[in-house]
Structures are given as structure tokens and as C-alpha cells.
């Protein structure tokens, strides 16, 4: 069965440069989160996207934007890195019409900002 | 706001035997649903089992099992006849319902985590 497809599997950035993530939902799933892994701490929420519009915000710095397209992948930019950024970048998606659908979550970006 | 506590940062099991790990909850909504999430050291984040909060009957999938307290806001699993392939982290999660149908799904929030070593 397909899954969740995230790019790149690994990133490494400087300071105060940009990066982006894409993602790829698994076929049919509307909905798309973003989560980021600090090391040995448990996934925070950042954002979701429903239908290429946001439906929820969680603890997203300013400085991160992201969007979701018609073809329902989506990408996270994030700018003027920190090293505190350095994390495991996952996405999930889920179909809405069917309530109890699971995140499924892709294989995550592993990004080291040096 | 809804919160996930896992009291148990490390648990040991040893090969074969059953070994059960705990999670409860905080929430003031009557309908919503649980998960357990396993990650291995390769950091992939694997569904292991759900539960609906109005579904009376445990969750079981092969080795794993839950034990679903609902008004004890409880929510432990139980892993029976334990494989070296099921040392990783265990993530219990909680997610909103949605108010209807085809709403808004809610977010996972996620506990602390345990790791779970297996010995052979």
C-alpha cells in the first residue's frame, strides 16, 4: 500500500538559511500535519492542512510557513534557521471523510542546521 | 486542553513474556480516540492499535492488546509474548472526534513516551 512520502530524508542547513520539506499524503487522504521531533522528546504539533486551506496551528514559529497544494501534498518552508531547529520533521495525513481515520506518518526529514 | 501522561520513561520485558504499559488521560470531551504509536531506532512512526472512546470492547491486534478505562481515563497496552522486534519507543496518543461528519479532525497529542527494552 502506498504511504506517506516525505523529501528529503536528510537535511543539512547553516544558520539563517531557509529549508524546505515536502510531502506527499498517501492517495485519497485530504489532510496533511506537520509535527516536529526534538531529540529524545515526544512529536509536537506545528500545523494541519484540509483542502489546501489551514484547519489547525499549533506550536509553528513565526518564522515557519507552510502550505498545501491542489494535488494535496503540501511543503513546509522554514527560514532564518536556529540551531534549535535541528529536528526530525514528520508529516501525517488522514482522510476526513472517514471518522476514524489514523495519521499515517511518512518516514520524517531529519534536518541539522549547523 | 487534553493532556497524555506516561508515567513509565523505561520498561524492560524479557523475550516471551508479556509486559504492560501505561497511559492515562485528561479530557473533558466524551468522544474521541486513543492510539498507541511505536517508534523504532529507525524513527518511523508505527500505528499499533486504536481504540474509540465509545466502543466498550479492548482493541486487540495479534500480540497487542489494550485495556480501556474510560472513566479511570485510563489506557494501558499490553504486549504478549514479546519479540527483540518490538524494542522501541511507545508513543500513546489522543485525537478529537469529530463533532460531525466530515469535520474537523483533531490533531494527535502525544505522551511523553516509554521505551521499551527486550532482553533475549
Known amino acids: 500500500a502506498a504511504g506517506v512520502i516525505q523529501s528529503p530524508r536528510h537535511l543539512i542547513k547553516e544558520k539563517r538559511e531557509t529549508a524546505t520539506l515536502k510531502c506527499y499524503p498517501i492517495?485519497?487522504?485530504?489532510?496533511v500535519y506537520w509535527y516536529q521531533q526534538g531529540p529524545g522528546q515526544d512529536p509536537q504539533f506545528l500545523i494541519s492542512f484540509y483542502e489546501k486551506m489551514q484547519s489547525d496551528k499549533g506550536s509553528i514559529p513565526d518564522r515557519f510557513s507552510a502550505q498545501q497544494f491542489s494535488d494535496y501534498h503540501s511543503e513546509l518552508n522554514m527560514s532564518s534557521l536556529e540551531l534549535g531547529d535541528s529536528a526530525l520533521y514528520f508529516c501525517?495525513?488522514?482522510?476526513?471523510?472517514?471518522?476514524?481515520?489514523?495519521?499515517?506518518f511518512g518516514n520524517g526529514t531529519r534536518l541539522t542546521v549547523t | 486542553a487534553q493532556t497524555v501522561t506516561q508515567s513509565q520513561p523505561e520498561m524492560s520485558v524479557q523475550e516471551a513474556e508479556t509486559v504492560t504499559l501505561s497511559c492515562t488521560y485528561d479530557?473533558?470531551?466524551?468522544?474521541?480516540?486513543l492510539f498507541w504509536y511505536k517508534q523504532p531506532p529507525s524513527r518511523q512512526m508505527i500505528l499499533v492499535i486504536r481504540q474509540e472512546a465509545y466502543k466498550q470492547q479492548n482493541a486487540t491486534e495479534n500480540r497487542f492488546s489494550v485495556n480501556f478505562q474510560k472513566a479511570a481515563k485510563s489506557f494501558s497496552l499490553k504486549i504478549s509474548d514479546s519479540q527483540l522486534g518490538d524494542a522501541a519507543m511507545y508513543f500513546c496518543a489522543y485525537r478529537s472526534a469529530p463533532l460531525n461528519y466530515g469535520g474537523s479532525q483533531g490533531n494527535l497529542i502525544f505522551g511523553k513516551g516509554t521505551k521499551l527494552s527486550v532482553k533475549p
Open positions: 501525517a495525513s488522514s482522510w476526513r471523510q472517514k471518522r476514524d481515520s489514523p495519521l499515517h
Open positions: 492517495p485519497r487522504h485530504d489532510t
Open positions: 479530557t473533558s470531551e466524551s468522544d474521541y480516540y
